[in-house]
């Protein structure tokens, strides 16, 4: 008799943004980076995917329905991942004859976001960490988070970050097959919980060129690239690591800047030329930087991924002189509105900001409030339903 029992597990994944940035591959097929990196994972109740991975005889095909859309999962990357899984459940079930026969069963994966995917806010990332996460848990995997992370990988570079909470490095590893290409905890959210950031979202629409093809570009055609990949970032990461263990912001916010500012100038030295930033981004730069004049030490630090995006880093005792910057400019933008918004002391705007306040009024779309945050976690809130129907 078949078994039409559908089996699920459901996990919610945090966004991570990095400090240090990964950008470039020395191995396309299997995600491997040309560099370490290191990033703050953020709060999931702010910025989260929710993933439900589930396996039955009910089903004909593996399947992935994400915010709603069917999804094409014939990728190397996607079948990358469902393929180790399987393989590890496949063990499980050869040492242990009384175990379902899982591994063998079609998937169906229905998962949705709570920010705009493809925008340059990491959404690829809690994607896949939460894809992996959410079939270890099916599987009732033993595997630690570093090596459901070194899985992660293969389907999104930083989604191996997006498996821890805290403070994550994604270390390059040497091996050619990848498997010491893994992200290790720096340092969980509960040793430097007053981390904050304000995230400026100037754009919610799909990136001109993907982070995937743009680090090609680079690779091939940048010739500040060499420098930052050998010298630069190797020097950061150590100089970073040191500066969380000490809750050291000036220097965190110091690094991060420059790393940011190393990864556009990167793309901007690609053939042709890569322009994630846009005239918002630029504004949010001139902001943060009069912030730090008018306090006379830096108490912000922007850092923009492969995206438009501001996300400020600050401490919880700055917020008044950072988010209240920001609030005071954006005040009729969404995401003041909530009980955490409302919280935020409205602060002055520094002098000699006025076209950056123009244009931040007229180029930012909406606000989210966070800070740092924990790993993946289990949850009983299912998006498919007990006869394996979407919810």
Known sequence: MVDHKVYRA??????NIAVIKYWGKRDASLNLPTNSSLSVTLSQSDLRTHTTAS????????????????????????QACLSELRSLRTALETSD????????????????NNFPTAAGLASSAAGFAALV?????????PASPVELSRIARQGSGSACRSLFGGYVAWEMGSADDGSDSV????????????????????????????????????VKTSSLFKERVEIVVPQRMSKMRAAVQERDFESFAELTMRDSNSFH????????????????????VRVVDAINEAAGKKVAAYTFDAGPNAVVYYQEKDEALVAGVFGNILEEKEGWQGERGQKVQSSQVPKGVEVATEKLKTGVSRVILTGVGEGPIKTDEMLVGEKGETL
């Open 183 to 218: 992200a290790v905890e720096v340092a969980p959210a509960s040793h430097w919980p007053d981390m904050k950031a304000v995230i400026l979202v100037a754009s919610a629409d799909k990136k001109d060129v993907s982070s995937t093809s743009g680090m090609q570009a680079t």
């Open 265 to 284: 100038a990167c793309c901007l030295d690609t053939e042709p030329p890569i322009f994630y930033m846009n005239d918002t981004s630029r504004a949010a």
């Open 55 to 78: 396996c039955s005889a009910l089903y004909t095909r593996d399947e992935l329905i994400l915010n709603g859309s069917t999804q094409d999962i014939s990728g190397a990357r996607t």
């Open 97 to 112: 004859s009384s175990l379902p026969k899982l591994a063998q069963l079609h998937l169906k994966i229905v998962s949705v």
């Open 133 to 141: 996460r959410a079939i270890a848990d099916l599987y009732a995997l």
């Open 10 to 15: 459901s996990t919610f994944a945090p966004v």
